[in-house]
């Protein structure tokens, strides 16, 4: 029984300890909420294009804090693409967490209970996972709620103030605006493409049959939503086969 008792105290931190790694979370996912704050008011540009008013673009983003996964979705709405190609897209262009997933799971605790793990992968982002994984030790899950209570309401605050503001600014400045976005991605992509030539390569050839399937007999009839899905199966799995990645072999 005694044995029992002390599994239980190692495991399962007080309240004062939760309360201390809660409020870690919370302080170190400052910048990160910062930073969301920022660029989903761009998004929020993009949810009043697509016809979505605030209360529908809040939640939108406070339900999937991923700006590539709701970009994609946002896609296939304004091109009154259907269900399906929605629900395929923004799964490939969230595909990533999956492996994220994988490698946070092995920073719980084994006995961790499952609504814990539950709660934990509704929140995965890159920012996040960056935070989680470089602590040290076991993963707690009272820091990680605590990153998550910053974060989240970050995200779907930025997108609503952008639909606002994209309601109320001119036209011009709403359609300059929506830029940011792109120029989001762009800070993404060229830092990556300078380190690997692969990364460098693949970005042009994507623009170019992106610009293809719009304008080749056959290919251009396709659905904006679908004509993305087929380019973005296509394109990385090309790159997997041709180029795949060496394991990093341990000394």
Not at 14 to 35: N, Y
Not at 60 to 74: R, T
Not at 158 to 178: D, E, I, N, R, Y
């Amino acid at each position: 029984m005694q044995a029992k008792t002390k599994e239980e105290t190692v495991s399962m931190p007080c309240k004062s300890e939760t309360r201390a790694l809660a409020l870690s979370g919370l302080r170190d996912a400052v910048p990160v909420g910062l930073g969301y704050l920022a660029v989903s008011f761009s998004l929020g540009i993009v949810c009043k294009n697509a016809g979505m008013n605030v209360w529908e673009s809040a939640l939108l983003s406070l339900l999937n804090n991923a700006s590539a996964g709701e970009y994609a979705a946002l896609t296939v709405i304004a091109a009154r693409a259907s269900l399906w190609e929605m629900a395929l897209l923004t799964l490939i262009a969230n595909a990533r967490y999956l492996l994220m997933s994988c490698a946070l799971s092995q920073r719980l605790r084994p006995d961790m209970p499952i609504y814990h793990r539950l709660i934990i992968g509704f929140d995965i982002t890159d920012e996040l996972f960056g935070l989680a994984i470089n602590r040290p030790g076991m993963l707690e899950p009272p820091y990680y709620y605590g990153a998550m209570i910053m974060a989240m309401p970050m995200w779907a605050l930025g997108t609503a103030l952008g639909v606002l503001a994209g309601s109320v600014l001119p036209a011009a400045l709403v359609s300059a605006l929506s830029v940011a976005l792109y120029a989001m991605f762009l800070a993404i992509i060229i830092p990556q493409a300078r380190k690997d030539r692969v990364v460098r390569v693949l970005v042009p050839t994507c623009f170019a049959l992106s610009l293809a399937f719009s304008r080749l007999p056959g290919l251009k009839t396709l659905s904006e939503g679908t004509r993305t899905i087929v380019l973005t199966i296509a394109v990385s799995a090309a790159a997997a086969l041709l180029c795949p990645r060496k394991e990093a072999r341990n000394a």
